[in-house]
C-alpha cells in the first residue's frame, strides 16, 4: 500500500493526538499507534499535569522549581514559554472534554509533588492520564479529516537516503518524507508519504528491567531519527521513579504516584524507620533523583529488596477518594494501605533527553517535527520536575502545529521513493534470539546504567552492547521483519546512546550520578 496524507503523525498519546486535532483542520492527518490507540504512556499517567492556575502560584514560582529541578541544565527560555502557555493548553485540554478534579467552589483541586513550591497540578484522581486520553481520543474518532491506523509499526523515516542518496551526520539538508510502515496484522510494509511527520513516540523505558513503562516503551522515535541522522541529545537522563510497588514478576511496575507523598506518606525502610532527612531537608518529598538514590542506598546498605511507603497514619477514607486506584491495586496483591505499608522499589519512568528540538518542535531534520516523551526540547535539563511531562506535550504539540499549519502547503511529496525492499529475507523461526537479547539487553543496563554509575560500569556495558548490537544488525538484515525485532534493535540504539552519552559527561549532574565524577563541574 502507499498512502499520501498532508501531515503523517506517529504515535497516539496526548503529543500525537494534541497535534493531529489541530492540524487536521488544514489538511488530511495519518495517526499511526503500534497497538490500540489507547494504549500510550499517557493512559497510564497518575499524579497529573502541572499548571499555574491561582494565586498565589505564579509564573515565576513554576519557573524557579523547573530549573532547581533540571540543575542548571535546563533553557531558560524553553522553561518560560512553557510554563507561561500553561494555563492556556491546560484551558484547552479542558474544551476538549478533560475532567479534572474540582473543589466544591468550583476551583480545580490542585495536588502538590516533589520539587513543586506550591499546588498546582491538576489531575482526575489517580488517574489522569487515562481521562485525558479518553477526552482527546473521542475529539479523534470520527474526525473527517484523520484517519487512524492501530497495529501499524513505524520501521523507518523516509529520507534522500532511500532515494540512494548519501546522507550522512555532515548533510545540512536532511528531508523527512514520511514512513515505512508495518502492518502487524498482515506483515505487509507500506510506503506512507507525508508533506509534514510528527514523532510522537513516547519513552524507552524498557531499556531497563524495572519499568512503568508500558510494553511499548521501546525508544523507537528516537532510534529512526539516530539512524535518519537527526541529533539526539541528553539521553544520560534516565528519570528512575523512587516509588514503583514491589510486585516481583509484574511487568509493567505499577506506579505508586509521587501525590501519595505530597499527601502525607512518609519512606520508612524496612524496620520501620524514617531515612529520607538524612539525605535531604525535603524529606519523602525532594526531587526524584534524590529520593531515588537514596532509595538505593538504603537498599544497599540493608540489602533488602524493597523500602516501604506509610500512609497508615492519614485520613482512611480522603485516601481511598484521592488514590482510588492504587488503593484497589493494593488490595489485589493483599495490602491495605489504609492499614499496611506499601513495597516500593525504583523503576526506570522517563527519558528526559531525545530528538532535539527548538521552540517549535522542529527536529534537525526538515519537515519532520517532534513532541512528547521522544523530544529533547531544554524544559527538563538533567531532571525533569513531577507532573511537567504532560505539559510538554501540550505546549510542544500546539507550537508544532502553528508552525506545521504555516509551511505544509510549500513542502511537496516525494514520489519518487521506492517501496521497501524485503527481498533476500526469511522468517526467523528462532524467537529466542530475540526474547533472550532483550532480555541481556535490560540486565546490562539496570546493572550498569542505572541509578549510580562509573567509568568501569559504563565501559562494560558498551563493550556488551557493541556485541549484541551487531548481533542483532545481522538478523536483523535477514529476516523477514517483525515488531519484536524492530524494538529490540531500537532499543540497543538507544542504550547505546544512554552509554556513550553517560561516558562523555565528566561529572555527576541531575540524573547522571557516578561515583568517578560525584560533583558537579
Ligand atoms: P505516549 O503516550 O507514550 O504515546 C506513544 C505513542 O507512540 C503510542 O501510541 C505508541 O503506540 C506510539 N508508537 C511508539 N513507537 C511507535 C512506532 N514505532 N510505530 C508506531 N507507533 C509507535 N507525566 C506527567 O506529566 N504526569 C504524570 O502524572 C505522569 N505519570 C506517569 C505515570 C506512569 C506510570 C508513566 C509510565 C508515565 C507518567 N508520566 C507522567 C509521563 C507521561 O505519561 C509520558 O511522558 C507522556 O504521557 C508521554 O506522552 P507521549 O504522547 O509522548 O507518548
Ligand atoms: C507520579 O504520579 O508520581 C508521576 C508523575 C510524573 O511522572 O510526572
Not at 499555574?52 to 518560560?80: C, F, W
Not at 491546560?90 to 502538590?112: C, H, N, P
Not at 531500537?490 to 561516558?503: G, P, Q
Request: a neutral charge; proline letters at 2%.
Amino acid at each position: 500500500m502507499r498512502k499520501k496524507f498532508d501531515f503523517l503523525v506517529i504515535g497516539s498519546g496526548i503529543a500525537g493526538l494534541s497535534f493531529a486535532l489541530k492540524v487536521a483542520e488544514h489538511g488530511t492527518v495519518c495517526i499511526i499507534s503500534k497497538e490500540k490507540a489507547e494504549e500510550t504512556a499517557t493512559r497510564y499517567a497518575q499524579g497529573g499535569i502541572a499548571a499555574v492556575m491561582y494565586s498565589p502560584d505564579t509564573y515565576e514560582k513554576h519557573i524557579r522549581d523547573t530549573m532547581i529541578a533540571g540543575d542548571e541544565l535546563s533553557n531558560p527560555d524553553i522553561v518560560r514559554l512553557t510554563i507561561t502557555e500553561s494555563t492556556e493548553r491546560v484551558k484547552e485540554l479542558i474544551e476538549w472534554g478533560t475532567q479534572f478534579d474540582q473543589q466544591d467552589s468550583g476551583k480545580y483541586d490542585l495536588a502538590r509533588e516533589g520539587g513543586h513550591s506550591e499546588y498546582r497540578v491538576l489531575h482526575h484522581k489517580d488517574s489522569t492520564g487515562q481521562e485525558i486520553q479518553r477526552a482527546l481520543l473521542s475529539q479523534i474518532q470520527n474526525h473527517p479529516n484523520i484517519e487512524l491506523l492501530e497495529n501499524h509499526f513505524s520501521l523507518d523515516l523516509i529520507t534522500q537516503h532511500h532515494l540512494n542518496m548519501e546522507v550522512n551526520k555532515q548533510t545540512k539538508d536532511v528531508k523527512c518524507f514520511g514512513a515505512y510502515v508495518l502492518d502487524i496484522k498482515t506483515n505487509k510494509i507500506h510506503t506512507i508519504l507525508s508533506r509534514i511527520t510528527l514523532l510522537a513516540t513516547g519513552g524507552l523505558g524498557n531499556t531497563y528491567s524495572t519499568t512503568t513503562n508500558p510494553k511499548l516503551a521501546t525508544g523507537d522515535g528516537v532510534a529512526m531519527v539516530y539512524r535518519a541522522k537527526g541529533v539526539i541529545e541528553n539521553m544520560e537522563f534516565i528519570q528512575f521513579h523512587p516509588t514503583s510497588l514491589y510486585n516481583p514478576g509484574e511487568t509493567p511496575s505499577f506506579l505508586i504516584t509521587e501525590a501519595m507523598r505530597g499527601f502525607g506518606g512518609i519512606l520508612k525502610t524496612q524496620k520501620g524507620e524514617k531515612f529520607m532527612n538524612k539525605y535531604d531537608a525535603r524529606g519523602s518529598l525532594a526531587p526524584r533523583d534524590i529520593v531515588a538514590r537514596a532509595i538505593a542506598s538504603e537498599l544497599k546498605l540493608s540489602g533488602d529488596d524493597y523500602v516501604y511507603l506509610d500512609c497508615t497514619h492519614l485520613d482512611k477514607n480522603k485516601l481511598i477518594v484521592e488514590f482510588p486506584t492504587i488503593y484497589a491495586k493494593c488490595l489485589s496483591i493483599g495490602i491495605d494501605f489504609t492499614k499496611e505499608m506499601i513495597p516500593v522499589v525504583p523503576a526506570a519512568h522517563y527519558s528526559c533527553g531525545g530528538i532535539k528540538v527548538d521552540e517549535y518542535s522542529r527536529s534537525t531534520i526538515q519537515n519532520l517535527y517532534a513532541s512528547g516523551e521522544c523530544a529533547s526540547t531544554g524544559l527538563h535539563g538533567a531532571n525533569r520536575l513531577a507532573s511537567n511531562s504532560l505539559l510538554e506535550a501540550a505546549v510542544f504539540s500546539h507550537r508544532a502545529s502553528v508552525d506545521a499549519i504555516k509551511v505544509f502547503k510549500n513542502t511537496n511529496f516525494c514520489n519518487e521513493i521506492p517501496d521497501w525492499d524485503s527481498s533476500g529475507t526469511v522468517l526467523n523461526e528462532e524467537l529466542v534470539l530475540i526474547t533472550q537479547t532483550y532480555r541481556e539487553l535490560q540486565l546490562i543496563m539496570t546493572n550498569y546504567v542505572g541509578i549510580v554509575r562509573s567509568n568501569l560500569r559504563l565501559q562494560r556495558a558498551l563493550t556488551r552492547l557493541k556485541l549484541i548490537y551487531k548481533e542483532t544488525e545481522d538478523l536483523f538484515d535477514k529476516s523477514i521483519l517483525t515488531i519484536q525485532i524492530c524494538e529490540l534493535r531500537n532499543l540497543i540504539n538507544v542504550a547505546y546512546l544512554i552509554t556513550k552519552m553517560a561516558m562523555n559527561r565528566k561529572e555527576s549532574r541531575g540524573l547522571h550520578y557516578s561515583i568517578d565524577y560525584p560533583k558537579n563541574s
